[in-house]
């Protein structure tokens, strides 16, 4: 978590233990880590804050770190900051757009360290 005080500014998860065996549009890696739940306070994003720029650096620098070889994450494409700061960060798409029962739209992202 990224907080100013008691203020919490964004937050993300990383893991080097994915939660589920990789999806078949990711390429083979030798010691994948996953970032997921990357928030940033709402008031931030309309500011233009670089708290997202923030939190996905820190992910990559802890994910290098722990040896990982890449860091991947599943994206919603209709955020379209959210995956634009994902692209201009070295995450590139891996396969196409999936959409689950519930009608949700995701992809999935790879970024190599």
């Not at 939660?19 to 008031?43: C, G, I, N, W, Y």
């Not at 804050?49 to 994910?63: D, E």
């Not at 700061?85 to 995450?91: A, E, V």
Request: with cysteine; aromatic share 6%; charged share 20%.
């Amino acid at each position: 978590m990224l907080s100013e005080g008691d203020r919490l500014l964004g937050m993300f998860t990383m893991t080097a233990t994915p939660r589920m065996p990789a999806h078949p549009d990711f390429p083979p890696a030798h010691k994948p880590a996953q970032l997921s739940r990357l928030a940033v306070a709402p008031e931030l994003l309309a500011a233009g804050s670089l708290t997202g720029v923030r939190c996905v650096r820190k992910a990559i620098a802890v994910a290098s770190a722990l040896g990982a070889d890449v860091l991947r994450s599943e994206a919603n494409p209709d955020l379209q900051g959210t995956r634009q700061l994902l692209d201009q960060l070295g995450f590139f798409q891996q396969g196409p757009v999936h959409t689950d029962e519930s009608g949700r739209r995701f992809v999935y992202l790879q970024k190599t360290l």
